[in-house]
């Protein structure tokens, strides 16, 4: 390489190096001030006022077991994913639905 080419990267390099240097520095400062405030304490939740009844948490939903509890899930699944149009979950559906009815007969 000639030394006109030589020194243009080299600046290049001298250049980035700074900018490093600065990035560096910065990042060193925001570390440092992290570690600060992960020893003060958490502070606590503020507590609903006295007038105020506490919120009730929802009701669970019913868990369903079986071939119920796998519809269930193969139906949200279903839901979450835009709708699947396809011959394997049909399958899969059908063989679902037999086998609830079966658990139903067996479980009556």
Partial sequence: MTP??????????????????????LYR???????????EPAAEPPEPPADEPAA????????LTGAAGLLQILDEFKAK????DDPY??????????????ERKESS
């Fill in 4 to 25: 006109e080419a030589t020194k243009k990267y080299q600046a290049l390099a001298d250049e980035d190096k700074a900018r490093y240097e600065k990035e560096m520095d």
């Fill in 89 to 102: 979950y049909a399958a899969m559906r059908g063989a679902l639905e037999e086998l609830e009815i079966e």
């Fill in 29 to 39: 400062a925001q570390s440092a001030r992290a570690v600060d405030r992960a020893d």
């Fill in 81 to 84: 994913n835009g709708g699947v």
């Fill in 56 to 63: 009730t948490p929802p009701p669970a939903p019913e868990l």
